[in-house]
C-alpha cells in the first residue's frame, strides 16, 4: 500500500532520527490535492496527480527500506518487511473497507448493492484498479455513479509493485548471499531501469489507445514506483552531490509538481508523457533532499532500515517540512481512505452538490482520518500487534483482507438479485388531465410547439409513469443493435441495413456513429410514412468525417478511416442517396500521433466537418446535418433509477450538456457551408435551463449520451416537419 513509515506514538515526527520531513509533507501535498481535486475545486484541477507523487514516493520508501536491511543484514527478511507493512496499513484499510458495506447501504440504490460488494472483494484482494479498468471507470472525481471505493485503485496499484519487486529484491539478495559477496545494487538498478521504461513506454501507447483503462491499471503505472526505486538505490551516489544541487532541484521538483497540479487536467493524454511532470518533480525533491547527506546516513539507500534523514533545512524542504504539512501527512492515509466513501455516497445519494457541501464532506473526512490515526492505527502499531512477532502480524495481517473478501461474498450473495422496479404500464397518461395526452406516453408530443416554453420540457420530482423502465433503458435500443447493422470494431466494411419501402424512388441514408443511430427510430417513422427507402451506414465510435480522431487503438482508428471512405465511395457512387442526414459525437482531433485540446481541437474538428461535407456537396450528394445530441455529466437512466420520486436530481444543465456535444463545432462549420442544411431538435431534447430526464411519460437518455429508442420514435413527426421545409422547393 501506499503507506510510510510512521511514529509509534502520537508525538511529532520532526525530530525523529532518520526521518525525511520533507517527504511526510510532500505526502500530505499529494493527498490534499486529490482531496481538492475530487471536491471539484477549480483552482487545483490537477489535483489528481496525487497520485502520482504518491507512487514514486512509495517505491522510493519501500526500497529504501528493503536496501537498508540488507546492507545491515545481508538478506531480506521478507516475512518482518510484509509484517511491519501489515501493522501500518491494514488496521485503517481493513476499517474503511468494513465501513463502505453500511456506507453502501444507506447512501446507494439497490441495484448497486451488489457490485458495492464485489468491489469489496476485489479491494480486500488489492484488485480493485483491474475491475475498474475492465469497466472503463473513472477515479478521479466522485459522481453519482462511482464505487464508494474506487480510489484504493492506487492503493492496489502500489501494493502489486511491492509484492513483486520486494520478491525480485530478495531473490537478488539470495543470489547474492550465494556467490559469497556483497550487497550489490547494479543488478537491481538494471532491473527497476528496465520496468520502468518498458512500463513507461506501455503508458505512452497504451494512453493513446484505451485512456480510461490506462489510467487505473499496473502495467501503465510501474514506472513510477520504479522510478522511486532507482533513486533509492542511487542513494550513495546521491549524497556525494554538493548541497546547493539538492536546493535548486528540491525547488525545481516543488515548481514542477505545483504546475502539475494548477494545470493538467483529466482526460485522454493521461497518463501518457503528461504523468512525467509530477512524477519527474517529486523525483527531484527526492533527490534533493538526498544530495549532501553523508554516505549511510538514512535516506540515501544505504542506511539500515529506515527511509530517510531530516532534509536540508532550507528552500523548498523548509516549506515541506512546515508543522502544518507534517500533522496533515501523518494522517494523510486514513485521510485518503475515507474522503472518496464519503464524497461518493453523497453524491449517489443527492446528485450534484455544491463545492461547500463537498468542502464539508472533506472536513468529516479529516475527522475520521484523525479518530482513525488516533484510536486505531497508533494501538495497532504501539499496542498488542508491537509485541507479536512477525509470523504472528502476518498471519493476522493475512486472515484480515480473507475476510474482507468473505464479507464482499456474503454481502453480495445477501443483495443478490437486486429488486427490480415494477413495470410502469405504458398506457397510463402522464398528465392529471386525461384528455390532455394520447393514449400511449406523448414523449416529446407532450412538448407542443414552443418546447422552450412548455411546462412538459420543465422538470419534475414525480411523474406517473415512465416508458421505458429505466432500469432497463439500456436494453431500449434502435432496431439497427438487433438486426447487426454495424460492422466489427476492427472492420472497415460499409455495412447497410436497409428499411421502408424497398422500392422507393426516393432514398434517405443515415450515415455516422452511435449518436446517428440514436435517430433510426425517428427516421423509420418517417419513410414509413412519406414511402421512402432508409438505408443506414453506422459504426459505432466511429464518426463519419474525414478527420483522424481519437476514437480507440491504432488499429480502430486506421479501421475508422477506411470505414470513411469506403462509405463515402458507396454515396457517391451507385447507392448515391437522394438525401444524406449525418451527425456524431464530439471527438477529440489527433495531430502528429497525439490528442488534442481547447481551440486547437475544436479547429480541427470543424475543419474536418467543413472537409467533409463540402466535399460531399461537391460530388452531388444533398446533406443535412442533425445537430449533435446534448450530452449529460452522467447517466441519466442510472439516476432516475436511483431517485424515482426526486428525479429533479436527475435534470441536467442545458449549457455544459450543448457544450459537450458536437453542436457548437457543427454550428461553426455549417457557418460558411450555405448548401448543407442543419435539423436542430435540441429543444426538443433538452427544452429548458435544466434537461428534464422524463419527458411525456418517456425517459428521455438510456445512459449520458443516447436517447432511448422511445424517445426518439416520438420525435418523429418533429424530424418529419423538418425534412419537409428542408426538401419543399424555393418559393418562386
Not at 449529460?632 to 437512466?637: G, K, N, R, T, V
Amino acid at each position: 500500500m501506499v503507506t510510510q513509515a510512521r511514529p509509534r506514538s502520537g508525538t511529532d515526527v520532526a525530530g525523529r532520527p532518520g526521518h525525511r520531513a520533507d517527504l511526510t509533507g510532500l505526502r500530505a501535498l499529494a493527498v490534499g490535492s486529490l482531496l481538492l481535486g475530487a471536491a471539484g475545486i477549480g483552482a487545483v484541477p490537477g489535483g489528481f496527480v496525487g497520485v502520482d507523487i504518491l507512487l514514486v514516493v512509495s517505491g522510493f520508501l519501500v526500497t529504501a527500506a528493503l536496501l537498508g536491511t540488507w546492507r545491515r543484514t545481508g538478506r531480506i527478511d521478507l516475512v518482518g518487511f510484509f509484517a511491519r507493512r501489515a501493522r501500518r496499513a491494514l488496521p485503517a484499510g481493513t476499517l474503511v473497507l468494513a465501513a463502505s458495506l453500511p456506507l453502501a447501504l444507506i447512501l446507494l440504490p439497490r441495484e448497486r448493492w451488489s457490485a458495492a460488494g464485489w468491489d469489496v472483494l476485489a479491494g480486500a484482494g488489492h484488485l480493485l484498479n483491474w475491475r475498474l479498468a475492465a469497466q472503463h471507470a473513472q477515479a478521479v472525481v466522485p459522481d453519482a455513479d462511482a464505487s464508494l471505493l474506487a480510489h484504493l485503485w492506487v492503493v492496489a496499484v502500489a501494493a502489486q509493485f511491492v509484492l513483486l519487486w520486494s520478491l525480485l529484491v530478495a531473490g537478488v539478495a539470495a543470489w547474492t548471499a550465494h556467490r559469497g559477496g556483497r550487497p550489490r545494487v547494479r543488478p537491481l538498478l538494471i532491473a527497476a531501469g528496465l520496468l520502468g521504461l518498458g512500463s513507461f513506454a506501455w503508458s505512452v501507447w497504451y494512453t493513446a489507445a484505451e485512456p480510461g483503462p490506462a489510467f487505473l491499471v499496473t502495467t501503465t503505472r510501474g514506472w513510477e514506483p520504479a522510478l522511486g526505486a532507482a533513486l533509492a538505490l542511487l542513494g550513495t551516489r546521491l549524497a556525494g552531490l554538493p548541497r546547493r544541487l539538492g536546493t535548486l532541484l528540491g525547488w525545481a521538483g516543488l515548481a514542477a509538481v505545483a504546475v502539475a497540479v494548477l494545470t493538467l487536467r483529466p482526460g485522454p493524454g493521461f497518463p501518457g508523457l503528461l504523468a512525467l511532470l509530477p512524477a519527474l518533480g517529486t523525483a527531484a525533491i527526492i533527490a534533493g533532499g538526498t544530495i549532501g547527506r553523508p554516505a549511510g546516513a538514512p535516506g540515501t539507500g544505504d542506511a539500515p532500515d529506515t527511509p530517510g534523514t531530516v532534509a536540508g533545512s532550507g528552500g523548498a524542504y523548509r516549506v515541506l517540512g512546515a508543522r502544518p504539512l507534517r500533522a496533515l501527512g501523518a494522517v494523510s492515509y486514513p485521510l485518503h481512505l475515507w474522503h472518496w466513501p464519503l464524497l461518493a455516497g453523497a453524491h449517489a445519494r443527492f446528485g450534484d452538490l455544491r463545492p461547500a457541501v463537498d468542502l464539508g464532506l472533506l472536513g468529516g473526512a479529516v475527522l475520521l482520518a484523525v479518530l482513525t490515526h488516533r484510536y486505531v492505527e497508533i494501538p495497532a502499531r504501539a499496542g498488542a500487534l508491537d509485541r507479536w512477532s512477525p509470523g504472528q502480524v502476518l498471519r493476522v495481517g493475512t486472515l484480515l483482507p480473507a475476510a474482507g473478501v468473505l464479507a464482499g461474498l456474503l454481502f453480495q450473495l445477501t443483495v443478490w438479485p437486486p429488486e427490480q422496479p415494477a413495470p410502469a404500464p405504458a398506457a397510463r397518461p402522464v398528465s392529471a388531465l386525461p384528455s390532455a395526452a394520447p393514449p400511449a406516453a406523448p414523449g416529446a408530443a407532450a412538448l407542443g410547439r414552443s418546447p422552450r416554453t412548455s411546462r412538459a420540457g420543465v422538470p419534475v420530482d414525480r411523474v406517473r409513469s415512465i416508458t421505458p423502465d429505466p432500469a432497463d433503458a439500456r436494453d431500449d435500443l434502435p432496431d439497427v443493435y438487433r438486426h447487426n447493422c454495424f460492422p466489427p470494431v476492427s472492420s472497415s466494411l460499409a455495412r447497410s441495413c436497409v428499411y421502408g419501402d424497398r422500392d422507393a424512388e426516393f432514398t434517405v441514408a443515415l450515415a455516422g456513429d452511435s449518436h446517428a443511430a440514436s435517430w433510426v427510430p425517428a427516421l423509420q417513422a418517417v419513410a414509413a410514412a412519406k414511402g421512402w427507402r432508409l438505408v443506414t451506414y453506422l459504426k459505432p465510435s466511429c464518426p463519419f468525417l474525414r478527420l483522424e480522431a481519437m476514437t480507440g487503438q491504432p488499429p480502430q482508428r486506421e479501421a475508422c478511416a477506411e470505414w470513411y471512405r469506403n462509405v463515402r465511395a458507396a454515396l457517391t457512387g451507385a447507392e448515391r442517396p437522394d438525401l444524406l442526414l449525418t451527425t456524431s459525437s464530439r471527438y477529440q482531433p489527433m495531430a502528429g500521433g497525439r490528442g488534442l485540446n481547447g481551440k486547437p481541437a475544436h479547429d480541427a474538428l470543424v475543419a474536418g466537418m467543413r472537409r467533409t461535407w463540402s466535399d460531399l456537396v461537391s460530388a452531388r450528394v444533398p446533406t443535412v446535418v442533425l445537430r449533435g445530441t446534448p450530452i449529460l455529466a452522467s447517466d441519466s437512466a442510472k439516476c432516475v433509477a436511483a431517485n424515482p420520486r426526486r428525479l429533479k436530481r436527475c435534470a441536467a444543465d442545458r449549457e455544459v450538456a450543448l457544450a459537450t456535444s458536437a453542436g457548437a463545432a457543427q454550428l461553426a462549420a455549417l457557418d460558411d457551408l450555405p448548401r448543407v442544411g442543419l435539423i436542430d431538435l435540441t429543444t426538443a431534447i433538452c427544452p429548458g435551463r435544466r434537461c428534464a430526464p422524463v419527458i411525456g411519460g418517456v425517459l428521455v437518455y438510456r445512459d449520458n449520451q443516447h436517447l432511448t429508442a422511445s424517445y426518439a420514435a416520438t420525435l418523429a413527426p418533429r424530424l418529419r416537419s423538418a425534412l419537409d421545409r428542408i426538401l419543399a422547393p424555393p418559393a418562386s
